[in-house]
Every structure is written in structure tokens, then in C-alpha cells.
């Protein structure tokens, strides 16, 4: 199977240091935040690779660059083969941009209050050229807002008269309006209700069926991940520590920290399995631990893990950054 | 049966709106006994979260009790003076936020918040004021209490800033505490720690709680006892392994079947269709109706009432054909 | 099922409809000092744009002067004509009714265009700012600050004197209008760039803008299209309030004497020219100009008020 996206060493510095003149009066030093460290992944044709992740992962980033929304510090974006960098507005990159989109998490500042729904979904119409006639491009956004389960009759409101879950159908009929091979999908449920994401994944789902459909879902909830996703990668304070085939990966998490994550997602179920809950707390992404950014939290912490970054050792389909990867426990 | 330390009865909230009143909580009643953690749980607009301000009278205008009374021990407190609430709020009624940086002063030290919450509810000179502050810190677990009292609340982070918050409600050793999405804004693995220090205090204290969230994932671990609402009404209250396991009400149903379950993979998510009404279209007879695919006659023309099936109470008039014969 | 309709977008009618409906317009119908604001300003400006065809005379043709008609108090006959004026006359015998109509059409003019100005500059340098970042913020806004720490009158003074020496003493006269709206325009854009730059920054930010960044939209049409008309509320008040402040600005230029000449007077000049025959007991001079002035932007202020609480939603 060929892989439609490839990331190759991804890495995303933000300078966050304070204004220069304050710098200079105050005496401190320039900061840096490695948001995303070196990360390498591969996405499949037709297939869902999930990137999971606390706050300060650096997930919400590699997603923005790979739409290029921020520019990688270093590292490789391909498309299809074809390199990602100097992305630009002209003919030969709006081709490529038709290609992938991307839903975002809050469907309540990523559709223009001023806009009616029609001209929102048309908009990617409008840019890429794909229809010019009047009657084409309405009977166009009709077909996508049936597909997405809207009515036709809905592209003359205003996104502020839907609730949160119809908005982010309309989100989605946005992404769909280029023909899209490949959607970035930033947290798209994390905003809305249970009963709603439960019929927002559907719809992602049988809309992935239809048309082939390539994601990247980006998410916090484990079982949303585990329901939509084919592969997973954890993300660590911008190292993905651990990517695997869904079903491995939650039942046989290697990483300490996917089983540390795994421990903590509530037991719905009520199996009455008894929880350790975590210890520590996510360290400031400014100042990581040194080593394996794990290891003050970590039950197997070594020396090494202290004073190096582990290597990406492979156990079966399972890559994992741990120097205590493979071992039997 | 014991008494009800705190007792709902018909509590109406509603708003006052140019295009006439909005009803947001319709009728609610529920009772919730020492000691217990009752969880009320429902998707956002239910109303889950301004009952529990109007248990606490803290509605924000134009929102006020239109009906219905909150008794505490008997009590009436949902008619009394603004001054006599401010006494049973902190004092015997604790509240923990869903945004821990909104309930404490950035101003003060944590130190001094704690020891000024529990001068002004318990007889204690300075000192001893002092060493309860640090006793509570180390009860929830903030490491290095006696220094950390010195700190403000924006050098914690959020999770320990949560703890700071539970401390601070429980300072007063108050008979219940109002838990309004705790865990909400944080990470999930700092998420699981919070919950499990609720718990493990509440129920050392014989605190009562009542724990306000949408995540049914955390009712399921924590609470005794759960209601579930829908359009501001009540529509399924029972022991929590009831509800969760075998739900009666069609919407319950159709919330747990929409959870992706972490430790399965469901082909397809059960989804129920539409949305929730808006406040000024609420629905008449069942406010589910429109949403229900059983729904009949009687659905549509009048509203439930709650009637006991099994341990549970459940608003539904077609509940008893819903009940597996065992 | 059948097919549904054809969307339409709906018809004047139903627009009127919703918006007689929205909560704009009700925060309108239930606020009296808005009407009344609302009101006033509505008489002067009809008034000012219609004066000429209804006003008795011609303040400023001399053949329809009567040099016999002046310091006419109100109301009151004329001791050589026996005409009667509303407002009364000056020296001159002009209708002070007849002055301050077409004064206020000067006035009017000058607030508005002078505003429109200050907004065009203002609201496309704030959304460079706003959306650009970087040194190119940095500069228009250090700008915008260095002008703020003038008060706006004396940059007006200051760009009216300039234009001043530009120009022959002979077509000073007929350029004072023009140059007037520069001055007041140029001197009160730094508000509107401040106020654009912190929306459109709150505004790029959000998720609709990267939308239309991905799909390789050009930055101009992002910042026409989808910024623009999500700053224009906050705009819309400072324009209101500016133009009370424009109105001001404008007479207090005339009044000293570096506005519009006394030939094509504005309701500044006529303050000034009634100020000179107070203390010789012709008080009506300086009395109607200045209430009109008076009404004028305190009714246009009042609307601007209202309009930044109706916009408001935390208020509501």
C-alpha cells in the first residue's frame, strides 16, 4: 500500500521569548519551545492515522503544518510524492491544495459569522476554480450539504441560527467542496456533545467509505481514536514515543506512557478494574526533562533514560522510543 | 430509608427573555443523601449546570428560581436573605468550577485565601487557621504544602490549581459539595488524579456531593447515584450501575449507545438523530419525542412523570415495555 | 420525498422583517434617548441637505440682503422693514435661520467626509497591521502612537497650517473645505487603526481564516472578504462618535479662524461671528448657531453610545 502523506523528521521551533527591548532591560535569555521534535510518520491511501496526545504534545502543530498553516523549522512534508515546502498561491499549489483539507475543532470560529452557508462551502469552489457557472456552483453546494445531511434550503442562513453539530456538518461539506483526497481533522468532536459526535464520526466514517477518503484525526479521547483510527501515534511533548496498529497499541501498549493513558480513560464499562491513577503532571514544554522526557514520571526509569534520548526500537509492527522496549516485563 | 440531607423538590429556573420567560430547568426534584455523590449528567443545554448554580443561588441574572424549593436538612434555603445564603454557601454548601483560575483571587496567595475561607467559617485564631490550610493542601495531594501556601494561583499548574479549589471547598468542612465540571478543562491523565482525590476526600468526610459533567466516563467512576437530564427536565435517576448498564429512558439509551467504548471497537456508533431543542421550541409532552423512535400518541400530548421501575425513576410513559421481563 | 425549492435568498420584505425583528432594533424601539438622538439628528440633517430650497433666503447672495434688516432680534419686527426672522439677523440683515441652514450643511459635509477618511486610512492601515504582524505592525502602530500623543486639534493646525503654505493666498478661500476634511481625517485615523489591528488580530486567529488560508487564498481577498466585515461593528461606533468629534473639530477650527472663510461659513464660523455682538446685546447671533452645533453632536454622540452598548453583547 502506498502512502499518500509522509512525514520525515518533522521539527517545530517557536521562539517565545519576550519582546527584544525587555530582553535587553530584564537581562533574559532568548526561549525557545520545541513544540514538535523530529517526528517521522507515514499515512496510508484510504486509511485513518491518529495522532493522540495531552496539551503541549505539539499535535495541534505537525496538523497546521501539514497544511501549511506554520512552516516546518526542519523536516520533510510529501503529498502524494510531491514536497509540501514553499506551498505558495499560485496555479501549480492551488492544484496541490485542492487535494487536502482540513476540519477543524471548534465549529463555532471556523465558519464565518458574516457569511451565508452557501457562500461558505462555495468558497473552495470559488478559489479553486472548479465551477464558475452560477446554477453550478449552487446545485454543487446542495449536493454537499445532502451529503452531509443539511438541507439544500439551509445555504441561505447564517452559521449563528445551527447548533454546534449542524455547523460542523456545514464545516464539513467545506472540506468536501474541492474533492479532497486527504482531510487534516484537528480534534473535529472534542467540541461538541457525546450524542452529536457520535453522528459527526458516523458521518466521517461513511463519508471516508464513499469517497476513499485519507485522515489525519487528531484527537485526546482514546476511544474516539480507537473507534475511527487504523494506526495510531502518541505524541509526548512533541515526540511520538509510540505509533501502532490500533488494536495493538491498546492491547499491548509498549510505551510507558500510552499504558499510563490507557490507565487513565474512565471505565465506562464499569468492569470494576481497579486504577492506579497517574502520577506527576505534564512537565513545561519550555524546559523538558533531559533524556527521555518521560522518565520523572516513568515506573521504569533507568540511568540512561536521565541522560539520553532513546532510540526508535521496533517490536513487530510497534515503533517505540523506550529503552526499555522489547523487554518482557 | 435515611433522611435526605438535601432535597430538591419541582425547582423551576427559568430566564427572563423580551420575547417572555425561558424555561431552563422544569420541574427537577431530586433527594441526595449524606454522604453520597450523586451525579447529574446531560449534553450541554440540559440544565445540569444551573441547577446546581440555583442550588448554591448563584444564578446569574436574568435567571432566577420560578418555582419548586431546595431544602438542606430540612431547611428551606432557595427563598432565604442574600446574606443568609452567602453563610450556607462556603459553610455547608462547598462548589468546585469547572475553570479553577475563576474561583480563586489572583491576587492573594493560596495561603491566604485558604486561611481567610476558614477564619470566616470556623472559630480558629490565625495559626491554627494556618495549619488547617496546610493540612487540606496535603490532603489533596500538593506536594511541599507548607511552602506552596506561600504561592499564588498562577504558579500552579492546572491540575494542582483544581486541588487548591477542592481544598478550598472543603475548608469549611461543609455537608455537601457542588462539583460543576471539575475535570473538564484538564488533561486527561491529571483528569483521572482529580477525580480519585474527590472521592477518596468526600468520602473520608461524609461529604455529599453532587458532581455536575457531561462525561459519563467519570459518573461511572465516581458517583453512587445518577440523574440524567434532558431539555432541563429529569428524565432517568438511579443507582449509577443501573443507568450506565441498563438504562431504561430512550434518550439514556441512545447517550450510552453514542459513547465509543475505549475497550471495543463498534463497527458504528448507535446515534440518536436531530439535536436537543433550543429553550424557546421545547417540545410538548415528552420534550424527547421528535428525537424518540418509539414515540406514540401519548408522547407527543402529554409530559411523563417520573414513575419507579426497578431502583430507578424514570420519565418515560412507555418505560415498562422498555424492561426486559427478568 | 420531492425536491426541495431552489434556494433563495431572501426578499426585501423579510429582510425588513428580521431585521425590525433583531435585537439591534429592539434595543432601538425600547431606548427613548436613542429616538430622540435619532430624531434630532434626523431634522438637522434633512434640514441641512434640503435647507436651500426652503430656507427664506440666501444668506450669502448679496442681492437678497437688506442691509436695513439688521440686528433684527427674533421674532421681532424690523424697526425699518417690519419683517419678522425666526432666529433674527446680523449685522449684515442675514436670516440667522437662513446661516444656520446652510452652515450646517458645511458642517455636515466636513464630519462626514472627514471621518470617511480618517476610516479608510485607519481601517486599511489596521488591517495590515492586524494581519501582517512583524516590523510592518510595529511601524504603523508606533506611528499611530506618536500622533495620539497630540491632542487631534493641534495635528489638524498643524497639517492645515502646511497646506496652508502650499498654496497662493487667492485660491486659499475655495481650497478651506477641502483642506479642512485632510486635516481633521488625517488627525483622527489612529483610533480606527488601533481598534482594527486588536480585532482583526482576535479574528485571523480564528479557525474560518486559516480555512481560507489553506485553500490558498490571497491575503488581500482574506482581509476584504472574511476580516473586514467582522471588524466593521466596532468601526461602526467609532465612526458614529468620531463624526460628533469631527463635527467639534471642525467648528472649533472656524471658530479660530483657520476653517472655512466667513463667505461659505460653517456652524463654527457663525459661533464665531455671533461672538462678537454678545456683549453688544445681540445674543441671538451666537445663541442659535451654537444650539444647533450643541444639539447636533450631542444627539450624534448619544447614538454612538447606544450603538456600542447595543453591539455589546456582554451588556445585554
Excluded at chain 2, 15 to 22: C, Q
Excluded at chain 3, 273 to 295: D, H, K, M, N, R
Aim: net charge neutral.
Amino acid at each position: 500500500m502506498s502512502a499518500l502523506v509522509t512525514v520525515e523528521n518533522l521539527t517545530r521551533v517557536f521562539d517565545v521569548s519576550k519582546p527584544w527591548l525587555n530582553r535587553v532591560i530584564e537581562g533574559h535569555p532568548k526561549l525557545f519551545l520545541t513544540a514538535v521534535d523530529d517526528v517521522s510518520f507515514s499515512i496510508p491511501k484510504g486509511k485513518t492515522f491518529a495522532l493522540v496526545g495531552e496539551s503541549g504534545s505539539g499535535k495541534s502543530t505537525i496538523a497546521k503544518m501539514i497544511v501549511g498553516l506554520v512552516r516546518p523549522t526542519s523536516g520533510r512534508i510529501a503529498f502524494d510524492g510531491t514536497d509540501m515546502a514553499g506551498i505558495g498561491t499560485d496555479a501549480a499549489s492551488r492544484r496541490l491544495r485542492s487535494r487536502f483539507q482540513m476540519i477543524f475543532q471548534d465549529p463555532y470560529a471556523s465558519l464565518n459569522p458574516r457569511m451565508r452557508v452557501g457562500d461558505i462551502i462555495a468558497e473552495p469552489l470559488r478559489t479553486f476554480g472548479l465551477e464558475t457557472d452560477r446554477a453550478a456552483v449552487s446545485a454543487r453546494v446542495s449536493e454537499l450539504l445532502r451529503l452531509v445531511k443539511l438541507d439544500p434550503r439551509d445555504s441561505v442562513k447564517f452559521p449563528h441560527e445551527f447548533s454546534g453539530g449542524q455547523r460542523q456538518r456545514i464545516a464539513i461539506a467545506r472540506a468536501l467542496a474541492g474533492r479532497p483526497e486527504f482531510i487534516v481533522c484537528d480534534e473535529p468532536t472534542s467540541a461538541l456533545d457525546v450524542s452529536v459526535q457520535a453522528q459527526i464520526l458516523n458521518l466521517m466514517r461513511d463519508l471516508q467509505e464513499e469517497f476513499g477518503l485519507t485522515y489525519l484525526f487528531i484527537s485526546h479521547n482514546l476511544a474516539v481514536v480507537r473507534h475511527m483510527a487504523s494506526e495510531v501515534g502518541v505524541l509526548y511533548l512533541g515526540r511520538l514515543v509510540e505509533t501502532a496498529p490500533t488494536r495493538q497499541l491498546f492491547a499491548a501498549p509498549s510505551h510507558p506512557y500510552t499504558r499510563m493513558l490507557l490507565e487513565s480513560v474512565p471505565d465506562i464499562g464499569m468492569t470494576g478494574r481497579a486504577r492506579m491513577p497517574p502520577s506527576g503532571e505534564i512537565p513545561n514544554p519550555i524546559n523538558p526533562p533531559a533524556g527521555c522526557h518521560y522518565h520523572p514520571r516513568c515506573p521504569l526509569v533507568r540511568e540512561e533514560c536521565r541522560r539520553q534520548r532513546p532510540p526508535v526500537v521496533t517490536v513487530g509492527a510497534d515503533r517505540v522510543m523506550c529503552f526499555a522496549a522489547g523487554e518482557p516485563r | 430509608m435515611s433522611e435526605a440531607l438535601l432535597k430538591v423538590q419541582d425547582l423551576v429556573v427559568e430566564f427572563e427573555t423580551r420575547r417572555g420567560p425561558l424555561r431552563a430547568v422544569d420541574r427537577v426534584s431530586f433527594d441526595l443523601k449524606p454522604g453520597e455523590v450523586l451525579g447529574l449528567v446531560g449534553e450541554s443545554g440540559a440544565g445540569k449546570s444551573l441547577t446546581g448554580a440555583a442550588i448554591i443561588g448563584l444564578l446569574e441574572p436574568p435567571g432566577h428560581i420560578a418555582g419548586g424549593s431546595v431544602s438542606l436538612k430540612g431547611e428551606r434555603i432557595d427563598n432565604i436573605p442574600r446574606e443568609a445564603m452567602r453563610k450556607v454557601r462556603g459553610k455547608r454548601i462547598g462548589m468546585v468550577f469547572q475553570d479553577p483560575l475563576t474561583s480563586l483571587n489572583p491576587l492573594y496567595t493560596v495561603g491566604e485565601q485558604l486561611t481567610e475561607t476558614i477564619r470566616t467559617h470556623l472559630p480558629l485564631n490565625q495559626a491554627e487557621a494556618r495549619q488547617r490550610a496546610v493540612d487540606l493542601l496535603v490532603e489533596v495531594g500538593i506536594p511541599a504544602a507548607e511552602k506552596r501556601l506561600e504561592s499564588y494561583p498562577h504558579e500552579f499548574s492546572g491540575g494542582m490549581r483544581q486541588r487548591v479549589v477542592i481544598a478550598l471547598a472543603l475548608a469549611a468542612e461543609p455537608e455537601v459539595v457542588i462539583a460543576d465540571e471539575p475535570t473538564t478543562a484538564l488533561d486527561v491523565s491529571v483528569q483521572a488524579q482529580i477525580i480519585a482525590v474527590l472521592k477518596r476526600l468526600c468520602a473520608e468526610k461524609g461529604t455529599a456531593v453532587i458532581l455536575v459533567t457531561h462525561d459519563m466516563g467519570v459518573i461511572a467512576e465516581t458517583a453512587d447515584r445518577v440523574a440524567v437530564m434532558y431539555a432541563g427536565r429529569i428524565v432517568e435517576i438511579g443507582p449509577v450501575r443501573d443507568v450506565i448498564k441498563t438504562p431504561i429512558h430512550p434518550y439514556t439509551r441512545g447517550l450510552m449507545g453514542s459513547i465509543p467504548d475505549p475497550s471495543g471497537e463498534a463497527e458504528r456508533l448507535l446515534q440518536i438523530p436531530g439535536a436537543m431543542p433550543r429553550l424557546n421550541a421545547i417540545p410538548a409532552g415528552c420534550a424527547f419525542n421528535p428525537r424518540c423512535a418509539f414515540a406514540e400518541d401519548i408522547c407527543r400530548a402529554e409530559r411523563p412523570q417520573m414513575r419507579r421501575i426497578g431502583a430507578s425513576d424514570v420519565a418515560c410513559h412507555l418505560a415498562e415495555t422498555f424492561v426486559r421481563p427478568a | 420525498m420531492t425536491d426541495s425549492p431552489l434556494p433563495r435568498k431572501p426578499g426585501l420584505g423579510e429582510r425588513w422583517a428580521a431585521f425590525w425583528d433583531s435585537d439591534i432594533a429592539w434595543s432601538f424601539r425600547h431606548s427613548p434617548l436613542a429616538i430622540i438622538a435619532a430624531l434630532v439628528v434626523a431634522i438637522i440633517f434633512v434640514a441641512a441637505i434640503f435647507g436651500p430650497w426652503f430656507a427664506p433666503q440666501n444668506p450669502f447672495d448679496p442681492s437678497s440682503l437688506n442691509l436695513m434688516d439688521g440686528k433684527t432680534p427674533p421674532m421681532t419686527p424690523n424697526a425699518f422693514t417690519g419683517t419678522r426672522f425666526l432666529f433674527g439677523t446680523d449685522d449684515q440683515g442675514r436670516d440667522v435661520f437662513s446661516t444656520i441652514l446652510y452652515g450646517s450643511r458645511v458642517s455636515i459635509l466636513v464630519g462626514f467626509a472627514a471621518v470617511a477618511l480618517a476610516m479608510g486610512i485607519g481601517v486599511t492601515l489596521g488591517l495590515i497591521a492586524g494581519y501582517r504582524g512583524g516590523w510592518v505592525e510595529s511601524f504603523i502602530m508606533r506611528v499611530a502612537d506618536i500622533q495620539l500623543t497630540f491632542p487631534s486639534i493641534l495635528v489638524a493646525l498643524m497639517i492645515f497650517g502646511i497646506f496652508k503654505g502650499f498654496f497662493p493666498a487667492g485660491s486659499q478661500n475655495d481650497l478651506a473645505v477641502p483642506v479642512l476634511i485632510i486635516a481633521i481625517g488625517l488627525s483622527d485615523w489612529p483610533q480606527y487603526a488601533r481598534t482594527v489591528r486588536g480585532v482583526t488580530m482576535v479574528e485571523r486567529s480564528k479557525d474560518y481564516v486559516s480555512a481560507a488560508r489553506i485553500i490558498g487564498q490571497h491575503p488581500a481577498r482574506i482581509m476584504a472578504r472574511h476580516v473586514l466585515p467582522n471588524v466593521l461593528g466596532p468601526v461602526l461606533v467609532i465612526a458614529t462618535l468620531g463624526l460628533a468629534l469631527a463635527i467639534i473639530a471642525e467648528a472649533t477650527l472656524s471658530y479660530l479662524g483657520v476653517g472655512v472663510p466667513p463667505t461659505q461659513p460653517s456652524l463654527g464660523t457663525l459661533i464665531k461671528i455671533g461672538q462678537e455682538y454678545v456683549a453688544s446685546g445681540e445674543w441671538w447671533i451666537l445663541l442659535f448657531p451654537s444650539l444647533t452645533l450643541l444639539a447636533l453632536a450631542l444627539s450624534v454622540n448619544i447614538l454612538g453610545d447606544w450603538l456600542r452598548d447595543a453591539l455589546n453583547p456582554r451588556l445585554r
